[in-house]
């Protein structure tokens, strides 16, 4: 089988000057797949989309021949869903909403969320326990789009550092038809599990699959990690930059777990992605 076509390679596209401008970013860099903010990230407010707005968003998709399938919108930075602080939570359940409904406006498929925080005033079962609650209101309150929780390198108090936490978040989400996860390589090692030999890739992919499970996998960013294995240090690299190490690539490349998803750069030199890209293909094996 021709692995070349299966593999879905992107990066993290700017919004600047409008939200079309992501697939067209997208396309000038030979993306397969890529991901946006639907607003400011930085902002809790953002005016609603007009008519104008998602036309011409769905327009430039099909002119650009993005399928849904392959394009991995991120939430703001602002939102905390494990915010003890019920006024507080409240606010960050009310954005993410809006955040659901601006990608289903959209005919996006996918909203990619980091799962919350307990800014250190709960037991970590606890905020387990408030993020899949405000998951589960959420869910209820909007349609299509699948929430794809994304795993954190544990820095500060995120949760979502460890599999185990994703898994359960999952077990108490009622509608496991609208939940997801996203794998972030950086966030991985970092968390403390380990990629750069072939036995620690194995166990870590068999930890993902016993803990959480591959049939949730709904995209990968693909970063390269400033810090070893454990730093819990959320700094990403370059492909080939950090530590992670041309093997971990060459595995990830050639593994078909990894195929027909969207696979996102989050590498911090954008204007090396079409490169990076191009290397990364070449890891194939024919
Ligand atoms: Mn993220
Ligand atoms: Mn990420
Ligand atoms: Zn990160």
């Given at each position: 089988m021709d692995n070349k076509i299966n593999k879905f390679i992107g990066a993290h596209m700017s919004i600047t000057g409008g939200l079309f401008n992501a697939p067209l970013n997208a396309k000038k860099i030979g993306a397969k797949a890529f991901a946006l903010f639907l607003k400011n990230q930085k902002r809790w407010e953002a005016k609603p989309y007009t008519e104008e707005d998602i036309t011409k968003f769905k327009d430039i998709l099909k002119e650009c021949n993005y399928d849904v399938k392959y394009i991995l919108p991120h939430d703001g930075y602002?939102?905390?869903?494990?915010?003890?602080d019920d006024i507080k939570r409240e606010k960050s359940l009310l954005a993410f909403i809006d955040e659901i409904e601006r990608a289903d406006q959209l005919g996006l498929i996918y909203l990619n969320a980091h799962p919350g925080s307990h800014l250190k005033e709960m037991e970590e079962k606890e905020c387990l326990a408030l993020i899949a609650n405000c998951l589960n209101i959420a869910i209820k309150k909007t349609k299509n789009v699948k929430i794809v929780l994304e795993n954190t390198a544990g820095q500060g108090s995120n949760l979502g550092y460890t599999f185990e936490q994703i898994g359960e978040i999952i077990e108490l989400?009622?509608?496991?038809?609208?939940i997801g996860v996203c794998l972030d390589t950086c966030h991985t090692l970092a968390a403390g599990y380990e990629l750069k030999t072939q036995e620690g890739y194995e166990n870590t992919m068999n930890e993902f699959e016993n803990k959480i499970g591959f049939k949730y996998l709904c995209g990968v960013h693909l970063n390269d990690s400033k810090f070893d294995v454990g730093s819990k240090k959320d700094r990403h690299d370059s492909i080939g930059a950090g530590?992670?190490?041309l093997d971990f690539f060459k595995m990830f490349m050639n593994?078909?777990?990894?195929?027909n998803i969207p696979i996102i750069l989050e590498t911090i030199d954008e204007t090396i992605w079409e490169e990076e890209i191009t290397f990364l293909y070449s890891l194939i094996n024919s």
């Open positions: 602002l939102i905390n869903l494990g915010n003890k989400v009622e509608d496991k038809t609208r530590v992670i190490g593994d078909n777990r990894f195929d």
